[in-house]
């Protein structure tokens, strides 16, 4: 198992294409961020500032991003980066592949997100 110890936005690009590519999809792919809160998990002081104005509902809500501004979006805190990013399918219509994350509002080091094991921390197709 290869240790996730860099975080930045070609990395987390690389690992989002890299989750990706365990769909089968033809489209260009677009996202929808959903906002995951624990309420079992403390937040720090980062975590509420990516939770409520980051992901914010006037930031993202039923908005459909692309590549780029969701890799922008998502990476805003480097190093750090969502703990667990939920890869979910949803629809191919029109020449778009639109995909779910649901995503963690904790942000930490990359040494403590999940999904290490699959390759392509912090995100796991569901």
Do not use: W
Request: net charge positive; hydrophobic share 35%; proline share 7%.
């Amino acid at each position: 198992m290869k240790l996730f110890k860099e975080f930045n936005e070609e990395v987390f690009r690389a690992n989002l294409l890299s989750v990706l590519s365990e769909f089968n999809y033809n489209g260009t792919p677009k996202f929808i961020i959903t906002p995951v809160y624990n309420p079992n998990k403390m937040p720090n002081g980062e975590d509420d500032y990516f939770r409520l104005v980051i992901l914010g509902k006037e930031n993202i809500a039923g908005k459909i991003l692309s590549l780029e501004t969701t890799t922008e979006v998502l990476s805003c805190f480097k190093p750090l980066c969502p703990t667990q990013i939920k890869v979910k399918f949803i629809e191919e219509k029109d020449g778009v592949s639109m995909f779910e994350l649901l995503t963690s509002t904790r942000i930490r080091k990359p040494s403590q997100v999940a999904n290490i094991k699959t390759g392509h921390p912090p995100f796991k197709a569901v």
